[in-house]
């Protein structure tokens, strides 16, 4: 296989893998799995994937699975610096954000009576983490 | 290249070949999440004062792999011990063998007040659970660890350097929400006459060093919802110490034993005295009558507990209150006090709370932290699980 065809086949490759990490990221499994699913064949379909065997691949994918997390770790661990050596802007008002909901708002609450899925009550868990880490 | 006819959702990563040789062939690629031969072992874990809870099983199971209750302690042996004396041999030992032995090793309690208390006993306490669930050490383990109500980020930031580089992934979970997970009956969820606990209950969970309680109503509880205080069982230990050693100036009873001695008789409410104890002491018996000190000291949490829940329950909307009145659960070693859910209940009753009801967790008592733990680590997707750096 000519090296151009390769390069394009690796980066069609790596773009599909980083395109289903995200959707993995925001919380979508299934959508990145068949994300995956349908583009990674594709990509190697259309660049011709003789000369390229299975292990090659799944080579590629691990590879390129493992940047994605790295790029994330690396962009936690920035927020995380970046909170601790910007100095805090003045506050107006010492409000930790939505964990004082006003006795109004706590009203309007309507009793909740479906069951909440469980990974559903952990993304407001984490939600509301970055923002005290934000606010203070 | 060669084919494959294997589903793509399949979660093997290698793809068995079906068939000869084809030219222009694509391989099925492996699912995300699990591009290494590592088994994942997920863990529940309640990190409590006196003890510890941790379940723990398989990401593609509702099965649970190893439960154990690990008391909280840390005995380093002392120097000059011959062998033979400590199990195995060992420099370090853990819970029970710790315990068992502490005439020989220094005995550290690693968390106090429901947080720890000591960061590198509890790293060493962390590894021995490490190896409880992972004898051969090649997994990759996820931890959802319970953490008090409203814990301080310090004290959040103590539990993840103690587990950085034990665990691989954590999540840190307020306690009594992953006790409503944990009472939570799967199999009834959808029925029409279960309320789930998740949706409107009050969690009151009373541990070792502190009593947590916990509005949950749908939402994941804000800091609003939750109130922690550290007044529990070990507050309960020290308040009947000190009024024994008041009636009983020469009886030398050793926290432990008044431990004990609060675990077999601990009641709230109206006094039940006599409650007459023979102890041992310096090799001879002597009767102790203890029902005043007993139940004073657990009516101290009672009045702590109370003034707690009317706190949460004026907090909570309107319309939800009358069903969460109806949803107040107890769990934790406290809720192994006498009469403590009657006593609850008949004390919100007359402060003119309509219908409250009470109700202990049960005999589980112990694990449903540790089992809530495991169950929100079933249900965490991929990037809400977060790395502990070492």
Known sequence: METTARDRMRRGVRAAVYRACWRRLEGDEPGAQALLACEVPAVLSHEGASGVDDELVRAWLDEDTADFDRAVLISELITRRGASVVPPTPRVAAVRPQASASSEERASRPASVASPAIADLLDGML?????????? | MSPTDTAVASTTTHAPNAAPAKAQSTPTPPPLGRRTDRKTILLGLDLGTNKCCLIAGGPDSTDIAIAKIVPSVVGYVKPGIINGIIPGNADVIFGEDALKNRLHVNLVHALADGVIAHLDATRDLMRHMRRIIDPAGNSEIRAVIGVPANAPQ?????????????????????????????????????????????????????????????????YFPTADDQVSFAFAGDAIDHAMLESINQLYPDCGLSR???????????????????????????????????????????????????????????????????????????????????????????????????????????????????????????????????????
């Not at chain 2, 070792?208 to 916990?214: H, I, P, S």
């Not at chain 2, 431990?259 to 006094?271: F, N, P």
């Not at chain 2, 409250?356 to 049960?362: E, H, N």
């Not at chain 2, 449903?368 to 070492?390: M, P, T």
């Open chain 2, 154 to 218: 310090e004290a959040r930031d103590n539990v993840r350097r103690a587990v950085a580089g034990v665990f691989d992934r954590v999540l840190l979970i307020p306690e009594p929400f992953l006790a409503a997970l944990g009472v939570r009956d799967d199999a009834r969820i959808g029925q029409s006459n279960y309320v789930d606990p998740v949706t409107n209950a009050l969690f009151i969970d009373i541990g070792a060093g502190t009593t947590d309680l916990c509005l949950v109503q749908g």
């Open chain 1, 127 to 136: 939600a509301q983490e970055r923002r005290v880490r934000a606010a203070s």
């Open chain 2, 256 to 390: 432990l034993k008044v431990r004990e001695i609060k675990e077999q008789h601990a009641y709230v409410g109206a006094s039940r005295k006599p409650i007459d104890l023979k102890v041992v002491l310096g090799g001879k018996a002597r009767n102790l009558e203890l029902g005043d000190v007993i139940g004073s000291a657990c009516n101290q949490l009672l009045d702590r507990v109370i003034d707690a829940a009317r706190r949460l329950i004026a907090r909570a909307a309107s319309d939800s209150v009358e069903q969460l009145l109806q949803n107040i659960i107890v769990t934790g070693g406290g809720s192994q006090i006498r009469g403590l859910d009657t006593e609850l209940q008949k004390r919100l009753l007359a402060d003119g709370y309509e219908n409250p009801k009470v109700r202990l967790a049960g005999q589980d008592y112990q694990r449903y932290v540790a089992l809530g733990g495991i169950k929100a680590a079933r249900a965490a997707r991929e990037h809400q699980w977060q790395y502990v750096l070492d």
